[in-house]
């Protein structure tokens, strides 16, 4: 039988969907901002700054977790509530300018998602379509508008990204309750080297 090691794989976060989602939804709102909200306004460094912090609060909870199980966890969950905050900045634009935020049911939400867009280009070529769809019909040509469509799929983004790193972050808890962290395994290690296992 292999020996535990004292410092498992780790630091795998690229390969993580949320880490890729959410590194999608930084580029997207840096695309959106840019865009959308004015460049001198807190808002807008807000937005990047919290889209940014889930990227990078995933990769470091990644990198940490050799030794830290327990730093890995805190630092998923600090990335899954700067992508909250980003959230609520997307329907405060929207509010604030008499956007309509449209339902979990809204089938336009899970057409993006169907898509499965890797990049901001992705995206952006996905709501510049919407766009050019909703414009077309004669009842509709009043009532979308590139911002509206863009916060939208944005939000739809996040949506998946928070569902996934709510999934992680219980798998992370589960997997701390049951092995423990860094000192248990520690533990572990120097009994089954002194049983000379």
Same mark, same amino acid.
């Given at each position: 039988?292999?020996? #535990?090691?004292?410092?498992?794989?780790? %630091?795998?976060?690229?390969?993580?969907?949320?880490?890729?989602?959410?590194?999608?939804?930084?580029?997207?709102?840096?695309? &959106?901002?840019?865009?959308?909200?004015?460049? *001198?306004?807190?808002?807008?460094?807000?937005?990047?700054?919290?889209?940014?912090? %889930?990227?990078?609060?995933?990769? #470091? %909870?990644?990198?940490?977790?050799?030794?830290?199980?327990?730093?890995? +966890?805190?630092?998923?969950?600090?990335?899954?509530?700067?992508? #909250?905050?980003?959230?609520?900045?997307?329907?405060?634009?929207?509010?604030?300018?008499?956007?309509?935020?449209?339902?979990?049911?809204?089938?336009?939400?899970?057409?993006?998602?169907?898509? *499965?867009?890797?990049?901001?280009?992705?995206?952006? *070529?996905?709501?510049?379509?919407? &766009?050019?769809?909703?414009?077309?019909?004669?009842?509709?040509?009043?009532?979308?508008?590139?911002?509206?469509?863009?916060?939208?799929?944005?939000?739809?983004?996040?949506?998946?990204?928070?569902? +996934?790193?709510?999934?992680?972050?219980?798998? +992370?808890?589960?997997?701390?309750? #049951?092995?423990?962290?860094?000192?248990?395994? +520690?533990?572990?290690?120097?009994?089954?080297?002194?049983?000379?296992?």
């Amino acid at each position: 039988m292999t020996p #535990e090691p004292l410092i498992p794989k780790h %630091g795998g976060y690229r390969n993580l969907k949320s880490f890729q989602l959410a590194q999608l939804v930084y580029d997207v709102t840096v695309r &959106f901002c840019d865009r959308f909200v004015e460049k *001198r306004s807190r808002t807008h460094d807000q937005m990047v700054q919290a889209a940014r912090s %889930g990227v990078q609060n995933i990769a #470091e %909870g990644s990198k940490a977790s050799g030794t830290s199980k327990k730093g890995e +966890l805190k630092l998923t969950n600090v990335a899954r509530a700067s992508i #909250e905050e980003l959230k609520l900045d997307y329907e405060d634009f929207l509010r604030h300018r008499n956007l309509p935020l449209w339902e979990r049911t809204d089938p336009r939400r899970q057409q993006l998602i169907d898509s *499965r867009c890797a990049t901001a280009d992705e995206v952006a *070529r996905w709501v510049k379509s919407e &766009f050019l769809r909703s414009s077309s019909t004669e009842s509709t040509k009043s009532t979308f508008s590139l911002p509206e469509i863009s916060a939208n799929a944005a939000l739809a983004l996040i949506a998946v990204a928070c569902a +996934l790193l709510d999934r992680q972050i219980h798998a +992370l808890a589960q997997s701390f309750e #049951e092995d423990g962290g860094f000192t248990e395994r +520690l533990f572990r290690v120097r009994t089954a080297r002194r049983r000379g296992e």
